[in-house]
């Protein structure tokens, strides 16, 4: 099963930046990946996804123009570069792999409730707090 770290998490002002990478095992060109964020006490929602075989990229329509995700197969990572930050953009951010492109994609795509146990791998997260 792949394994996924989440690194570049940090505190930043609003209007400021930050890139978020996702570091795989490996990267199956046929699994869809993508980043997700909690805020305690809230349900987890999709951000940003690539589906499978470079399928997308699908954004939220909160992230729409201010995030970019991408993958580099070589590396085995996925990066999430966040401009713009705002406030409610403050969270706990997840990247996840699965076969499932369902899973994967609606919840970024159609703000769906997302089935953890559907996607088959997640990180452990990185903290994103962005102040006003």
């Known amino acids: 099963q792949v394994q996924l770290v989440e690194s570049g998490g940090g505190s930043v002002q609003a209007g400021g930046s930050l890139n978020l990478t996702c570091t795989a095992s490996y990267i199956d060109s046929t699994n869809c990946m993508g980043w997700f964020r909690q805020v305690p006490g809230k349900e987890r929602e999709g951000v940003a996804a690539i589906g499978p075989d470079g399928g997308g990229p699908f954004y939220a329509d909160s992230v729409k123009g201010r995030f970019t995700i991408s993958q580099d197969k070589g590396k085995n990572t996925m990066t999430l570069q966040m401009n713009s930050l705002k406030p409610d953009d403050t969270a706990m951010y997840y990247c996840?792999?699965?076969?499932?492109?369902?899973?994967?994609?609606?919840?970024?795509?159609?703000?769906?409730?997302?089935?953890?146990?559907?996607?088959?791998?997640w990180g452990q997260g990185t903290l994103v707090t962005v102040s006003s």
């Open positions: 996840a792999a699965g076969s499932d492109t369902l899973a994967c994609v609606g919840p970024v795509v159609a703000g769906s409730s997302i089935d953890v146990s559907a996607l088959d791998a």
